[in-house]
């Protein structure tokens, strides 16, 4: 099973942008669907973007359409989520997590690994 561990996250104004990566170790990411969710406290965790191993992408809905981008690197097995125009309410811990099989998802129950998360904090 892949191991993956996220970084970049950090304290960040309003209207700034942030790049978080994920890492992965123990297998190649190039049979793997990958997606980005976060959790704020309080909240469910909620689906941002996915990437199925072949580049497709799907977004969900409006709150991070347009503002988020997931791109993957299979040869250095590495997955980016970049983020701009950030607002408050994007304030939470960010997770990468992947699926065997060439389809992306929106629902977190298909992920089998997942990383510990990392902070990310937009102040207004």
């Known amino acids: 099973q892949v191991q993956l561990v996220e970084s970049g996250g950090g304290l960040v104004q309003t209207g700034g942008s942030l790049r978080l990566s994920c890492a992965a170790s123990?297998?190649?990411?190039?049979?793997?669907?990958m997606a980005w969710f976060r959790q704020a406290p309080g909240k469910e965790r909620e689906f941002l973007v996915a990437?199925?191993?072949?580049?497709?992408?799907?977004y969900q809905g409006d709150t991070v359409k347009g503002r988020f981008t997931i791109s993957r690197d299979n040869a250095r097995n590495t997955v980016a989520l970049q983020m701009n125009t950030l607002k408050p309410e994007d304030t939470a811990v960010y997770y990468c997590?992947?699926?065997?099989?060439?389809?992306?998802?929106?629902?977190?129950?298909?992920?089998?690994?997942w990383g510990p998360g990392t902070q990310v904090t937009v102040s207004s």
């Open positions: 997590a992947a699926r065997s099989g060439a389809h992306a998802s929106s629902n977190l129950y298909d992920y089998t690994s």
């Open positions: 123990g297998h190649s990411l190039s049979t793997y669907s």
């Open positions: 990437s199925g191993w072949r580049g497709s992408s799907t």
